[in-house]
């Protein structure tokens, strides 16, 4: 890479930031100005679900709020925001960026998930209060209106108590939750038809897989899909007879429970066709307490989900929410013993909410992401924590393995974390408490960390309006180990053009900090036509950092994402 630029300096240069932005973990600068996004809807309160990233890098958060007029809250609402990858609202969804209402009676969202073609699926409720169980299925296009040619006028009424949702091959819909007291899985065709093919009439109960107690209990909280299209559901089992245990060890082989009160959290594997796959842990599921040796009063509820090496990882708590476990499972359905200890890791972080879905993710490097909460200042505060491939604290992710995020002084939970397609991970949760009088002040609240240590950059914003040649703009690189300035030349960004074609920029010039911990870099886009901008050359124009290519002094390089955009608006 070319070590010559026009300028390089030592002087010293005004910091842009006090506190440490760099390490992984650290606001990612490029999102809502290196900060946590928090929006209310109108008057009232806001509690954020779910939420997808989509393949540009636009966030869509879903939840519910609670509308306030001069006769104090109203009936919850269904509540919906779709924000850029800068963090601003996307106007090009609902009204200006929201989705605020009761369309086809949903009055909350509680899971989200999309299709190829960029609609949105919502599993919600129609009930007047908030509830962690769902009844009902809409579909919304990617602008966020219903699509009347799903199910009925663009509702799926389902027949049992979900709490999950998940898009197989084929678009194929399927939901799970409990009916009566047996844990059940639903599928549904892309148009919102109950697949009759599916188990009996379109669906499979833990009742058709195994042989309960009259007491026993089954209820799904989450799905995962692999990429052979098998299908894992978890749930809570809690059997309060003295019957069969159903693989937990029994006194004198006698096949009878001698607990009381069995509750651990269960992953049951169908194969495609449906049935159980009964090589899975040796009897078609996994179980957290006994397979895995967590404290029974350890696992009340959980979640699981597909790594990277297509095999599950399974999140488990207590139902105090102090206690949580990560298992990665091997093929055989077992817990791998090379994965913290024996096969389970436990973590630091406290649970924010039941159901756990959402709150689980895996990098593309096989660690894994959980999103919480933890205590600072005697309040509660936005965190994620992050084990390495091996189960153990990952010590370069904030402090000890983990991250916070506040948000001025006010109490603040992650419920949800996902990857984006730069690498960067994206947090959803609430800031916020509902006080002893019942006032309610949650509002949504979003925050996007960057992934490893290394360089991070920041675009100045810049407008053109005149013509000229070409554009310079500057980018503030900071490191805490320092930059390899020899890293540093025009092949680090690349320009999206509003033609579509990807543009190479010229590095004309450097000034950097005496400590060489943060620089001031400028770039040159030569003109497309290659003679001037003009007023044929409006437009946005996108700038992307290329991988490998600003490396700091120990050799960690920037992650490939988006800086930021720069407008030509030539009258």
Known sequence: MSQNPAKTSAAELEPLEHRRLLAAGAYDPSFGGGAAVTIGFAEGSSVLNDLLVMPDGGILAGGYCIPRTGDGPQPPQLALAKYSFFGNLDPSFGNDGQLVGTPRGIKHALQLESFDDGSILVLGSSVSGYSTRANLLVKLTPQGRVDTAFGRNGRVNLPLSAAAVKIGPGNHIFVAGQ?????????????????LSFGSAGMVTTRDLFTFDADTTFFFDSL???????????GTHRDTGSGPSHGAQSEG????SLVRSELDVRVV??????????????????????????????????????????????????????????????????PRPSFGDEGVAELNSAVARYPLAGALAEQADGKILFAGVTERDGRTVISSERLT??????????NGGVATVTYKRIPGEARVTAIAPDGTIVLGGVVGSVAPDGTDSRRFTLARLLREDGPAGQLIPKTLRQPQGGFVFDVVW?????????????????VLCPDGVHRRVRLTWIESTSDGRQAVVRYRLPAPDGVSFTRASNGLYVVKLQPGQVADASGNFASRRVLGTIRVRIA
Do not use: C, H, K, M
């Open 179 to 195: 009916l009566d007291q047996d844990g059940a899985i639903a599928r549904y065709s892309p148009r919102g038809g109950l697949d």
């Open 224 to 234: 995962a899909i692999d990429s052979q299209g098998r299908v894992y559901a978890g």
């Open 253 to 256: 082989g006698s096949g009878r």
């Open 269 to 334: 594997r169908l194969l495609p066709d449906s049935t159980l796959d009964a090589g899975f842990a040796g009897r078609g599921f996994f179980s957290a307490v006994s397979d895995a040796e967590i404290p029974r009063n350890g696992a009340a509820f959980g979640t699981v989900l597909i790594g990277a090496d297509d095999l599950p990882i399974v999140a488990t708590a207590s139902s105090d929410g102090e206690s949580a476990f990560i298992t990665r499972l091997g093929s055989d359905g077992t």
């Open 389 to 398: 491939a091996d189960g153990e604290p990952d010590s370069s992710w904030g």
């Open 478 to 494: 900071r490191a805490d180990d320092g930059i390899d300035f020899a890293t540093l030349d025009g092949g680090d960004l690349r």
